[in-house]
Every structure is written in C-alpha cells, then in structure tokens.
C-alpha cells in the first residue's frame, strides 16, 4: 500500500505543563502589581507627578528635548495593552503556546522595571534612573528580537503582544533619549555644544534608531508600525514643546518634527519592501 508523499507531517502538540501554569498565573497577578504600582507612583492617585518629581528634572521643559505634558497620555494605553495581554497569556488555551513561553516572563520583568524606574524617580536619583530605563529598553529589545523570530498565532495575538509591545519599546526609546538629557542637565555636565546643538543630536539619534528598529523589524509590521508610532508621538510632542510654551527652540522643534516623521514613515517603508520582497 502506498502512502501519498504529498501528505503534510503531522506537527506534534504542545503539552501544557505546571511550569506553563506557574507562568501564567505569576504573569498575571505580577501584572496586577506592576501596573498599580506605577499608576500609584506616577501620582494618578493623588501623589507627586513624575513631572514633579526630581525638582521637576523631568518636566516638559526641563531640557529641550523634554516632551510636552500630552506625550505622556501614552501610557494609558500601553497599560491597558499590558493589562489585556496579561488576561490573554493566563487563558487555559495558551497555556502551551511556544510564543508566550518565550517572552511572558520578559514581558512581566518589563513591567516591574517600569514601576522600578518611577520609584526610582520618585527619590531624586536620576543616575541610577537611567540605569534602569536602560535596562528596560534592552529587555524590552529582548522581546522584539523574540517576536520577529516567530509569527503571531493569529491576528488577536499581533494586536495583543506585539502591537503593546511595539508602542511601549517605542516610547521607552524615547524616554531614554529624554531621561538622559534630563541626568545630564539636572548635574549641570556641559558637553560644550550648547543646548540647541545637543537637542538637534538627541532627536536625530531617534530617528536612526527608529529607522534601525523599523528595517529589523519589517517582517513583522503590527510590532514595526507600533514602534514607529510611539515614537513619532514622542518626537512630535518635543516638537510642539519646542515650538510654543516656556522653553521654545525653533532649530530643535523642526529637527524633532522631521524625526518624528522618518519614525512614522519608516516602519511602512520597510514592511512594504519586505511584503514585496
């Protein structure tokens, strides 16, 4: 009897374990903490703003390429993204799921070192907030690197992980730039160039960096496009700080508008190219 040698093999089935049990219900509550802690540090009830904190090191025109107050709305919906994907991961169906073993655990450590970092605002130490965001940043690549190595499940799975995903690295990378500059000024380091001339390199850094991000991620256009939105929100908000309020600065508002253009742009360049190719 012959078998037909078009017959597609059997792929085998995950196995739910307890370890995936644990995951999930670790992420899950862990999630619940995370994302209280920071709502509760950033102020939302009724404590010091993070733009108060630090003698107002971080407020929208503490440097000049702090972003304007609005920017900063962002977080309800990352938070409400990590909110979701935390129910989504704890369901019994994803238990085995290859892609949520991969990156939950690095999606929850993002969480706790987001609520780290505002505690770590909150006490005046900006070095060592930098340190932490940094530290965000890479983990938050981690799970990029991760995501554009595998497909989503489904569609649900693109907007649920990777679209959070994609807006919260966007927007950390961003904050980055700005905490930095904030350390930087709030210790009174003068790297010579004046204001003007390190605010254009910082929004110019962006730009290549959402270009980097965009070109990696290409194949995989829900997390590529949230990227560069969150960061083009984040750009154009230094813009509009720039171009009107108590810290105007025309040369950086119109380089951080540019910036915050390629960011937009370059996602859906890239994921074009790559459906083509």
């Not at 939302?44 to 709305?73: N, Y």
């Not at 980055?176 to 204001?195: F, Q």
């Amino acid at each position: 009897m012959s078998t037909d040698r078009h017959t597609a093999t059997p792929q085998p089935v995950e196995v739910t374990t307890t370890s995936d049990r644990v995951r999930q219900v670790t992420v899950l509550v862990g999630a619940v903490v995370a994302i209280a802690g920071a709502a509760f540090g950033s102020g939302a009830f009724g404590g010091q703003a993070i733009q108060d904190a630090a003698g107002g090191a971080l407020a929208a025109d503490a440097t000049v390429v702090a972003p304007d107050g609005p920017a900063f709305s962002i977080w309800s919906l990352i938070y409400l993204g990590l909110a979701v994907f935390a129910v989504y991961q704890a369901l019994p169906r994803h238990a085995a799921d290859t892609r949520l073993r991969a990156v939950s655990w690095w999606v929850l450590a993002s969480m706790l070192l987001n609520a780290a970092w505002i505690g770590v605002v909150q006490t005046g130490v900006l070095p060592l907030s930098v340190l932490v965001i940094g530290v965000l940043v890479a983990v938050l690549a981690v799970i990029l690197v991760r995501l554009v190595r595998s497909p989503p499940t489904n569609a649900l799975q693109a907007v649920v992980l990777d679209g959070t995903v994609g807006l919260y690295l966007g927007w950390a990378s961003v904050a980055t730039l700005a905490n930095v500059a904030a350390t930087l000024a709030d210790a009174g380091v003068d790297l010579g160039l004046g204001a003007t001339a390190w605010g254009v390199l910082v929004v110019l850094a962006g730009a290549v960096l959402a270009v980097a991000y965009a070109v990696f991620a290409a194949g995989r256009p829900v997390v590529a496009v949230g990227i560069g939105l969150a960061m083009a929100w984040g750009l154009g908000w230094i813009a509009v700080g720039r171009a009107d309020g108590p810290l105007v600065d025309t040369t950086v508002a119109v380089a951080a508008g540019l910036a915050a253009g390629v960011a937009l742009l370059a996602p859906v360049v890239t994921t074009l190219r790559a459906r083509r190719g």
